[in-house]
Structures are given as C-alpha cells and as structure tokens.
C-alpha cells in the first residue's frame, strides 16, 4: 500500500518513478556499466574493459558478464562485444604501460604501494618472472629469484 501511496505522491509531483524489480535503477556499478553499453553499445562495453584496466576498482568480472548478458537478450551483437572487449583491455592495458614506461619503475612502484589492493610483490614478480620461466635475472632487492636460463 505504501508503494502505492508513493507513486500516486511521485505522479503528483511530476517525478518519475521507477520500479524496484528494474535492473537499470541499481545506482553503482554494474548500473553504470548498464547505462554506458546502452548509450553507446558495444563500442561502451570496450570503454568499460578499457577503464577497468587502469582503475582496478572496477572489476571486469564485473563488466563481461553484463555485456554477455546484453548479448544473450538481444541488446547487443555477441561477436561485437567480444570483439570491444577485447579491444578496450588491449588499448587499456597499453595505456597502463604507457603511464608505466613515462613514469619508470620506481616511481610507479611507489605510487602503486599507495594503491588500494595492489601488491608491489606483484610488480617484482612481473618483472623478474615466475620461477620455470626464461627472464633476465633480477637484481632487485625485493626478488630472489633467478631465471631459469
């Protein structure tokens, strides 16, 4: 009855109203990585991988289901939002490694020891490589690991 109440208040005022049960009216980020793909279509779902790649906040796991969901309802073009998405990580994570590279190493390895869930080990492991893998041997007091030559 309440609900009701509030429509007819909301009609009243000339303020839509819109339904509790409607997807589009969740107000964080799944909503508007909604609204982005259904203002821009697939080129919006890349936007969205693209940005995920430099705001880690954002999670893909996010993003893709969305834009498969969109696709399986007819919103969007399956072979589209592949492709988009594959192309906003890749132009994503090359802009991630412009930044890196403008920057150097030590200061982006400072910056991201300030970052919310970003480890530095992650970025001394990317550099030295994984153990069983062919990469130059660190020398970076964080990394003890030698390449496996």
């Avoid at 998405?85 to 994503?92: A, F, I, N, P, Q």
């Avoid at 991630?96 to 403008?102: C, N």
């Amino acid at each position: 009855m309440a609900v009701v109440a509030a429509a007819v208040a909301a009609a009243a005022d000339d303020v839509p109203v819109r339904a509790a049960a409607d997807p589009m009216a969740d107000s964080g980020a799944p909503g508007w990585i909604n609204s982005l793909m259904d203002t821009l279509g697939v080129p919006g779902a890349g936007i969205a991988v693209a940005l995920e790649n430099l705001f880690p906040p954002m999670p893909s796991e996010v993003i893709l289901p969305l834009a498969g969901f969109a696709a399986a309802t007819g919103r969007m073009d399956l072979f589209g939002a592949l492709l988009w998405t594959t192309l906003g990580s890749v132009v994503g994570a090359l802009a991630l490694y412009g930044v890196g590279a403008l920057l150097g190493r030590d200061r982006t390895v400072a910056i991201a020891a300030r970052l919310p869930l970003v480890k530095v080990s992650d970025a001394n492991a990317a550099r030295c490589g994984s153990p069983g893998t062919a990469r130059r041997p660190c020398s970076s007091a964080g990394c003890s690991r030698s390449s496996a030559v």
